[in-house]
């Protein structure tokens, strides 16, 4: 069932997130955000969102807390303003996916469940259950088939 939420309201923003998300504006790069959950499954879908920004020279990383949470941030002001948006979800219930769809309307976003591309940890809820190397590992396999994927689909075209 949907539902709202209210969220108490801040002033004032970020000031590093706010040069920074100004710098992206202007660069007329594509806002890559991504699940950040304390489970496996959030933590490889945060790496692979940082992996894929760091190596697609059109992608940048956007702060999902303050696009969601601060409405007047220039974070939010460049996820608005974006053609298109990168949704990296670690898992079936796409938590923050479905909130970005509501803010800046599901024709923008361009949303991806990674649990689907490695297929596995499903039994596993604390990244501590799993060696370090090799979650890297497995985000940086996410991360070559999501920017595959995103190739091939033509997202990344200019």
């Known amino acids: 069932n949907d539902f709202t939420l209210t969220v108490q309201g801040v002033k004032g923003a970020c000031p590093a997130g706010e040069s920074y998300a100004k710098q992206q504006l202007a660069a007329k790069k594509i806002p890559v955000l991504s699940c950040e959950g304390p489970c496996i ?27 969601f949470f601060v409405p007047h941030s220039a974070m939010a002001s460049w996820v608005n303003a974006a053609e298109k948006v990168i949704m990296i979800d670690g898992c079936f219930l796409k938590c923050h996916g479905r909130v ?31 060696p370090e190397e090799e ?22 075209a200019a």
């Open 41 to 67: 499954r959030g933590e490889i879908a945060r790496l692979a969102g940082n992996l894929i920004a760091h190596d697609v020279p059109r992608l940048a990383r956007a702060c999902h807390a303050e696009t």
């Open 100 to 130: 970005l769809k509501n803010l800046i309307g599901e024709e923008k976003v361009v949303h991806i469940d990674a649990l689907p591309l490695y297929g596995k940890y499903t039994d596993v809820f604390r990244m501590d259950d799993v």
């Open 135 to 156: 979650i890297k590992a497995v985000a940086r396999e996410v991360a070559d088939k999501i920017i595959a994927t995103l190739k091939q689909e033509g997202e990344l």
